[in-house]
């Protein structure tokens, strides 16, 4: 099993639909996670970390479900700006630290 | 947007060569970080660095070398390219190192390499 698994999509919705994403990790010690974004052929940028209590950014929601040991990320209202890969990312704790990279959830937002 | 910056932007190289990437940035951050990233994988750290001449491998540093003389640059060697290299490759910053959680990296535009 992958340390971090996402649906790769692609997800084509149309303009102004409610859009979700998981993705699972599988270290239950993991502690932090973000969603980064990546537009085509670009480098990824942070969209928002994961907060336990669950947080919120405009349209963009992220979970964190522990028990579940998956994370979430809700966009609603969605733009054509929003068409991207979103990459989920998990702190991997105890020894060996580091982050581990989901390979990318597509997302097409259509007019 | 964070100052960062890598250079070349794009290169081809034939097998057996040596390239260079740099990585120069105007943050004052600490940590800095080469990645790869290729289809199927997810962004694998190659090596990092946690301050001046102080550097690590990631789990994937067999054929790559790096060096940081300042605390803006940190560069990428591949000693003698081979086609598996071919990939595009991501430098990143973080304020704060790989131990802590909150561990938000900042990337560079990416080095796209191909190697024949």
């Known amino acids: 099993r992958k340390e971090v698994e996402q649906d790769p999509g692609p997800f084509n919705v149309p303009e102004g639909a409610t859009v979700a994403f998981n993705c699972t990790y599988s270290?239950?010690?993991?502690?932090?996670f973000f969603w980064y974004r990546q537009d085509c052929r670009k480098e990824p940028k942070l969209l928002m970390s994961?907060?336990?209590?669950?947080n919120e950014d405009g349209r963009f929601t992220a979970q964190l479900n522990r028990a579940s040991q998956y994370i979430s990320l809700l966009i609603r209202d969605s733009k054509l700006s929003d068409s991207a890969t979103y990459l989920c990312?998990?702190?991997?704790?105890?020894?060996?630290?580091?982050?581990?990279w989901g390979l990318g959830t597509s997302l097409a937002v259509n007019p | 947007d964070a100052g960062i910056t890598q250079s070349p932007r794009h290169k081809v190289t034939e097998t057996g060569t040596p390239v260079t990437l740099r990585c120069h940035q105007t943050?004052?951050?600490?940590?800095m970080y080469w990645y790869r990233q290729d289809p199927g994988h997810g962004l694998r750290l190659i090596h990092y660095?946690?301050?001046?001449?102080?550097?690590d491998k990631g789990e994937v540093s067999d054929g790559y070398s790096v060096s940081r003389s300042k605390t803006e640059d940190f560069l990428l060697t591949l000693e003698s390219a081979t086609s598996s290299q071919t990939s595009v490759y991501f430098c990143?910053?973080?304020?704060?190192?790989?131990?802590?959680?909150?561990?938000?990296?900042?990337f560079g535009a990416g080095s796209r390499l191909t190697v024949l």
């Open positions: 990312v998990v702190h991997n704790a105890g020894n060996n630290r580091k982050l581990i």
């Open positions: 990143a910053i973080s304020a704060t190192g790989q131990s802590t959680g909150a561990n938000v990296l900042t």
């Open positions: 943050e004052n951050h600490r940590y």
């Open positions: 660095s946690y301050g001046v001449k102080d550097t």
């Open positions: 994961v907060y336990s209590s669950g």
């Open positions: 270290n239950s010690a993991s502690q932090s």
